[in-house]
């Protein structure tokens, strides 16, 4: 219906007083949060846009052809496809473009649905106000809406991730990472937060440990990890792609001791036989 979609939010939401992450699924998988033009515009661009998880990365590509996006959000989850769009929107102008490629609008709460008639389409759309405009499924649109209005579960782990250039969350980080989250802030030098949720102990000290490799400061909490440091533009170009894996390093392998048996009563005194 609507060509290719993505998602927006932006850090304080006008509906329901709440702010973007409360349209985010709570079982969401990965999630990708993008300050659009601060982006779009930075000499740094290419190298950011390498860090978006790449089974949500190409929702970002269809998104074009609205203008006003101030902050676009991606957020997948088992279920569902979400995109949440935040900024100045022209809502009749997004009405007309629904209603030229055959869609129905129909009222949701105090939404406006943008329907297409034929099906299940990932591009309909949700007008929630002129500053916040939904893309998914039928059924996504409405359980955001619905989500906005009551309480969600999700909620990034620092505040860093609300006015970052980009955030990035994700739950399939690797075998030692419950969680994982990036926050990069675009100035003169390139700021990066990063938070880990680790399964183990050890696996919090091997995650803080590649985080210093990467000459971030981290540091420990039981099993959640924070990183964050100052670097500089050449050299985050240089580690783009990385950076949400600086946390998700393997637990090293338990300390192995070598194990002897000893044989008494022998001539020449005690033998020692290595058990391999």
Not at 84 to 106: H, P, Q
Not at 192 to 219: F, H, K
Request: with cysteine.
């Amino acid at each position: 219906m609507l060509r290719s979609c993505t998602a927006a939010l932006f850090a304080a939401l006008p509906l329901f007083g709440q702010a973007f992450w409360h349209y985010i699924p709570p079982d969401a998988v990965s999630v990708a949060s993008m300050q659009w033009r601060k982006v779009l515009e930075s000499p740094l661009r290419d190298a950011v846009r390498r860090d978006i998880p790449g089974d949500i990365a190409p929702l970002f590509g269809g998104i074009n052809f609205i203008e006003g996006i101030e902050r676009a959000t991606v957020t997948r989850s088992p279920q569902s496809t979400l995109i949440i769009l935040t900024g100045t929107f022209d809502l009749d102008r997004l009405r007309e473009l629904a209603v030229e490629d055959g869609g129905v609008s129909r009222p949701y709460q105090s939404a406006e649905l943008l329907l297409d008639p034929e099906g299940e389409s990932l591009t309909q759309m949700a007008l929630v106000s002129g500053s916040i405009v939904l893309i998914g499924r039928q059924k996504d649109l409405e359980a955001a809406v619905d989500r906005a209005g009551g309480r969600n579960t999700f909620a990034p782990p620092g505040p860093a991730l609300t006015t970052a250039h980009l955030w990035v969350h994700s739950r399939t980080a690797g075998e030692d990472i419950d969680t994982a989250d990036l926050a990069v802030t675009l100035g003169d030098q390139v700021r990066i937060d990063a938070w880990a949720v680790a399964r183990t102990p050890e696996a919090a000290a091997a995650a803080a440990q590649a985080a210093r490799l990467q000459r971030l400061e981290a540091n420990i909490d039981g099993r959640i990890v924070k990183a964050s440091g100052q670097i500089a533009p050449r050299d985050f170009q240089a580690r783009s792609g990385q950076w949400l894996a600086v946390l998700q390093q393997p637990a090293p392998p338990p300390e192995r001791r070598d194990q002897k048996i000893r044989i008494y009563g022998l001539e020449g005194g005690v033998r020692e036989i290595p058990v391999r």
